[in-house]
T-cell receptor, first 112, second 111 residues
């Protein structure tokens, strides 16, 4: 009963390093999302994918890229990490527009 | 400013007491979702409301959406330590794929 799986759970990077956060869902959902959560800021949408083969920018896309590899997988890439990208990153998926989003457990990312 | 305003930002309640958390928008909401998040964990879906005047309950938690579909409340009866965490509301504003989110209400239950 996996739902939405994110890897890794924790990561420490140095400024300028790159990395990819992985997300996979096994619920056959069409839409997938990447959020960041910072204290006092709530959830902010980075990118989303309404369906396989499409991606769109959210509220805070700068410094990130995404790939919707197939219907199950949606990855988030930081090309050149900056301390401002220290955050908790959540992936979510959704079957239809009038249904709830389902979240992974998050990736806690620190950039030094 | 948040498009969805949650109040209060934080709440400390004696175990056994009732409490209410509110989520308000200046625009009509097409769907309203309540989630709970424990510290260091992901968001767990609680309930979804779509129709004006709708009310749903699960165990000791009741969520309501007003007739104008601009305000929702989450009411917990006889609070328990297991209710502690942060509660977030999310909402559809139109037919697009994105949700808007409140900033969350942190609930602490005093034994």
């Amino acid at each position: 009963n996996a739902g939405v799986t994110q890897t890794p759970k924790f990561q420490v990077l140095k400024t300028g390093q790159s990395m990819t956060l992985q997300c996979a869902q096994d619920m056959n959902h069409n839409s997938m999302y990447w959020y960041r959560q910072d204290p006092g800021m709530g959830l902010r949408l980075i990118y989303y994918s309404a369906s396989e083969g499409t991606t769109d920018k959210g509220e805070v896309p700068n410094g990130y890229n995404v790939s919707r590899l197939n219907k199950r997988e949606f990855s988030l890439r930081l090309e050149s990490a900056a301390p401002s990208q220290t955050s908790v990153y959540f992936c979510a998926s959704r079957g239809q527009n009038n249904q709830p989003q389902h979240f992974g457990d998050g990736t806690r990312l620190s950039i030094l | 400013s948040q498009e969805l305003e949650q109040s209060p930002q934080s709440l400390i309640v004696q175990e056994g007491k009732n409490l209410t958390i509110n989520c308000t928008s200046s625009k009509t909401l097409y769907g309203l979702y309540w989630y709970k998040q424990k510290y260091g964990e992901g968001l767990i879906f609680l309930m979804m409301l779509q129709k004006g005047g709708e009310e749903k309950s699960h165990e000791k938690i009741t969520a309501k959406l007003d007739e104008k579909k601009q305000q929702s409340s989450l009411h917990i009866t006889a609070s328990q330590p297991s209710h502690a965490g942060t509660y977030l509301c999310g909402a559809d504003r139109s037919s697009n794929y994105q949700l808007i989110w409140g900033a969350g209400t942190k609930l602490i239950i005093k034994p």
